[in-house]
């Protein structure tokens, strides 16, 4: 599989329900597996949003046993990411809107989910949701992502993405 961004990008995404879709890039902060910083998110489709299940470790601490907003900003940012798969649209983040409902603690598996709400032309606006072991929900999330071509990623994506295109 690439280990770049663009990969699962196409009409309605190469990805089968429960597959686990490819990571954006290699050093990705979210999902990549060759960052010694990152999450190592792994996202699966699910109809037509996604799912992950996710554990934050003593890296993402914020308050003692407790993730770091920030840590958990950045795993949601990422699932939105990955719903890009299944959208089969290139876009990146223009807002992300997280409400803390309750703490989400250190070394427990949560159960993280994202679909697409609406489109508007160029506008992608998502929902998403963090789940305890309980079915409780954690965390939610809403954000606007823009659709742009490969010219947003300046000359590094470009060729990239032209290398890609060339497989
Ligand atoms: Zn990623």
């Known amino acids: 599989m690439n280990d770049t961004y663009p990969s699962g990008v196409g009409p309605a995404t190469a990805a089968k329900d429960d597959e686990f879709l490819p990571p954006h890039a290699q050093d990705c902060l979210g999902c990549g597996p060759g960052n010694p910083h990152g999450h190592h ?5 699910s109809g037509e949003g996604v799912d992950a299940q996710h554990v934050f470790d003593k890296r993402h601490v914020g308050a003692p046993g407790i993730a ?9 940012d990422d699932l939105f990411g990955f719903l890009l798969y299944v959208v089969g649209e290139l876009a990146v983040t223009r807002n992300l809107n997280v409400e803390y409902l309750a703490p989400v603690r250190l070394g427990v ?10 489109r508007e ?10 789940k305890d072991q309980g079915g409780l929900v954690v965390v939610t999330a809403r954000a ?3 659709t742009v071509d490969v010219a947003h990623f300046g000359d590094e994506g ?6 890609l295109r060339r497989r």
């Open 41 to 45: 998110l792994q996202a699966r489709r």
């Open 158 to 163: 470009a060729a990239t993405f032209d290398m």
């Open 121 to 130: 032309r160029r506008k992608l606006f998502m929902n998403a949701r963090v």
């Open 109 to 118: 598996p949560y159960q993280c989910q994202a679909e697409l709400a609406q």
């Open 144 to 146: 606007l992502f823009l």
């Open 68 to 76: 770091h907003g920030g840590a958990v900003a950045t795993v949601v």
